[in-house]
């Protein structure tokens, strides 16, 4: 399958300042690209939805200015997370889907921990 | 907005055994995917399922799609340890919605 790369794997940061995780798409162009968020023994929450070159739609309750979302071309897609806090420390993981909009490629997530 | 529950939660059961868990969306899917999540790794795509009423299999994993296109589910036949895992279901519209997940435990 395709290879979706994910950077950082782990990160802790300390209150206040500000997080930015890549996802890139190695071998196909990523046409729509999702960021989840996973809890602890919980499932993935979809953040937020980015297709190449337009803002990112974000689902209800995830504040956009918090989590900044580029998708500025058609292999990159960044979040960024401000001002952050230990509320936000959480697994964060990226898919990606081509044209052909079948299957999810995921990124091998990044491990949040604020400090 | 749309949502996707599975049942059970939880399963554990003694391998050889079988398994189901089951996936139901408030909403018409486009098509449903699985992915098979292990203890601190990323979900890993098993399937995807289009047509209504869809069967299909992948050894021991037969996956089906309603007739409706809003529920799945996922049977596994004789269970081994390396079925240990939390199987979620994915239902896609104009965006991929997660499932809550079934962990599945396998006893020895």
């Known amino acids: 399958g395709a290879v979706v790369s994910q950077h950082p794997s782990r990160v802790i940061c300390k209150s206040g300042t500000s997080v930015k995780i890549e996802c890139r798409s190695l071998?196909?162009?990523?046409?729509?690209m999702f960021w989840y968020r996973q809890f602890p023994k919980q499932s993935l929450m979809l953040m937020a939805t980015s297709n190449e070159g337009s803002k990112a739609t974000y689902e209800q309750g995830v504040e956009k200015d918090k989590f900044l979302i580029n998708h500025a071309s058609l292999t990159l897609s960044t979040l960024t997370v401000t001002s952050a806090h230990p509320e936000d420390s959480s697994f964060y993981i990226c898919?990606?889907?081509?044209?052909?909009?079948?299957?999810?490629?995921f990124g091998q997530g990044t491990r949040l921990t604020v400090v | 907005g749309q949502q996707v529950m599975q049942i059970p939660q939880y399963q554990h059961v003694q391998e050889g055994e079988d398994s189901t868990t089951y996936c139901n969306s408030s909403?018409?899917?486009?098509?449903i995917q699985w992915y098979k999540q292990r203890p601190g790794g990323h979900p890993v795509f098993l399937i995807q399922?289009?047509?209504?009423?869809e069967v299909k299999k992948q050894k021991r994993l037969t996956f089906q799609f309603g007739e409706a296109k809003k529920n799945s589910s996922l049977h596994i036949t004789a269970t081994q340890t390396t079925d240990v895992g939390t199987y979620f279901c994915?239902?896609?519209?104009?965006?991929?919605?997660f499932g809550t997940g079934t962990r599945l435990q396998v006893f020895p």
């Open positions: 399922l289009v047509k209504s009423g």
């Open positions: 994915a239902g896609n519209t104009d965006k991929l919605i």
């Open positions: 909403t018409t899917l486009s098509n």
């Open positions: 071998d196909f162009q990523a046409t729509t």
């Open positions: 898919s990606a889907m081509g044209h052909s909009n079948t299957e999810a490629f």
